[in-house]
């Protein structure tokens, strides 16, 4: 009997929801990483905005050294990304430039070609609902769910337009409880509102107030979101702006850290 129960408990399907966080979210690479090294399986991932997209690329089987280049890479990049403005009727950035990029690194795949199964999330702007994508055009489904309001252009998908999915659900727990997880770890890289998250030497920039409102209204959501998670893993880079993609080595340090002092609980709560 006991020889049973511990195969059963082995089998659990483990999901991994990734949260919002732009920057901060590069952390995420850090978290793959260590739970790569330690052999805690992924079975299925759901994420959120940049979640959404590190998320999207390990299902498509990047390695964590490729996601560490393209780190790397929107770093070095991040001026030139959002450097192709729109007259601002939905939005300052157009975005081209940014999805032009990430074509050349996912292409043209679907979400059924994806190596693990993967769903993200977007808000109907219209509706204020939460959109969970998980077929189609995998770069359609990315760009939909990290579309930041009035910084980027709406996105079109299915008829309807889409913004990030942060303002739901910017910890996608239920949508991986929904897809069949048994485990579910969740990471969270967005910052505690209630605390001042770094200090500014300057009065911040319209990108830097996007995002904390987007925080603001957000917050209690992604509280109750974690009350439904096994393990939750939160890297320390609140410190960090949401822009500031230079500093991706500390971000993946972080969730390395944090990941590792995680991994203890995690193996005893699967039994491994």
Excluded at 35 to 63: D, F, H, V, W
Excluded at 204 to 233: C, H, K, W
Aim: glycine content about 8%.
């Amino acid at each position: 009997m006991g020889i049973i129960r511990k195969a059963k408990l082995q089998k659990k399907r483990v999901g991994l929801a990734l949260s919002s966080g732009a920057a901060r979210g590069l952390a995420h690479i850090g978290v793959l990483e260590v739970l790569e090294r330690e052999g805690i399986p992924i079975n299925m991932i759901a994420g959120t905005s940049m979640g959404a997209l590190i998320g999207a690329l390990y299902a498509q089987g990047k390695t964590v050294s490729e996601l560490k280049t393209l780190a790397i890479e929107l770093g070095s990049r991040r001026f030139s990304l959002l450097s192709d403005l729109t007259l601002p009727r939905a939005g300052l950035i157009q975005g081209r430039r940014i999805k032009n990029t990430l074509k050349s690194i996912i292409g043209d795949r679907e979400f059924q070609d994806l190596k693990i199964p993967f769903a993200c999330v977007a808000t109907d702007i219209e509706t204020g609902e939460e959109v969970v994508i998980n077929q189609g055009s995998v770069l359609e489904g990315i760009k939909a769910s990290s579309s930041i309001p009035i910084m980027f252009t709406v996105a079109k998908w299915k008829n309807k337009y889409l913004v990030d999915g942060a303002l739901v659900n910017p910890v996608p727990v239920s949508v991986i409880r929904e897809m069949g997880a048994d485990f579910i770890i969740a990471v969270n890289v967005a910052p505690d509102v209630s605390k001042k998250a770094y200090q500014h030497n300057k009065a911040p920039n319209i990108f830097n107030i996007i995002m904390q409102t987007i925080y603001i209204a957000s917050y209690r959501v992604a509280e109750y979101s974690l009350s439904g998670a096994d393990v939750v893993i939160e890297p320390q880079v609140t410190h960090i702006a949401s822009m500031d993609f230079h500093r991706g080595q500390e971000c993946i340090l972080q969730g390395e850290i944090a990941t590792q002092a995680s991994i203890p609980e995690i193996k005893r709560k699967l039994k491994i």
